[in-house]
């Protein structure tokens, strides 16, 4: 029979233990997320499907928070005419710390679906003030 105090221990390990894991907002992050509408530039918002194979939650509302270096992203031009697979583009993103991604799709031809990605990067001031001491140290 096991005692009471290797109970305790035990117990009081494996809390130790799974306070110390991290999250992704823990350290130095970016986020990515699908931009705005704009008639001027002709752009639509992208929505991000999955960021290095794993499929994005809430994609249309939150954004996806992303370690810091390179990901893989699945972006989808969700248009209701049009070939599926024309909708679909894989970008390479080298994800900077406390840098915000909003991916657009700019078109140049709606009637046959001719787009590409623009991603435009914006400083997180949250996280910079967070971590200023961490990303100067880096």
Same mark, same amino acid.
């Not at 639509?44 to 992303?66: E, H, K, L």
């Not at 990067?121 to 961490?134: D, H, N, S, V, Y």
């Given at each position: 029979?096991?005692?009471?105090?290797?109970?305790?221990?035990?117990? @009081?390990?494996?809390?130790?233990?799974?306070?110390?894991?991290?999250?992704?907002?823990?350290?130095? $992050?970016?986020?990515?997320?699908?931009?705005?509408?704009?008639?001027?530039?002709?752009?639509?918002?992208?929505?991000?499907?999955?960021?290095?194979?794993?499929?994005?939650?809430?994609?249309? $509302?939150?954004?996806?928070?992303?370690?810091?270096?390179?990901?893989?992203?699945?972006?989808?031009?969700?248009?209701?005419?049009?070939? @599926?697979?024309?909708?679909?583009?894989?970008?390479?993103?080298?994800?900077?710390?406390?840098?915000?991604?909003?991916?657009?799709?700019?078109? @140049?031809?709606?009637?046959?679906?001719?787009?590409?990605?623009?991603?435009?990067?914006?400083?997180?001031?949250?996280?910079?003030?967070?971590?200023?001491?961490?990303?100067?140290?880096?």
């Amino acid at each position: 029979m096991i005692s009471r105090k290797t109970i305790i221990l035990l117990a @009081s390990l494996a809390l130790a233990a799974a306070c110390s894991t991290t999250g992704i907002y823990d350290g130095p $992050y970016a986020l990515v997320e699908g931009g705005t509408r704009s008639a001027v530039r002709k752009e639509f918002p992208a929505f991000i499907n999955a960021v290095d194979g794993q499929t994005t939650f809430s994609r249309r $509302y939150y954004p996806t928070p992303v370690k810091p270096g390179k990901h893989v992203l699945d972006v989808y031009f969700g248009l209701a005419d049009g070939a @599926s697979y024309k909708q679909y583009r894989r970008i390479e993103l080298d994800a900077a710390e406390c840098t915000r991604y909003r991916i657009v799709a700019h078109y @140049s031809n709606l009637t046959h679906v001719e787009w590409g990605p623009v991603i435009y990067p914006e400083p997180i001031g949250e996280c910079l003030a967070r971590f200023a001491q961490k990303t100067a140290q880096n």
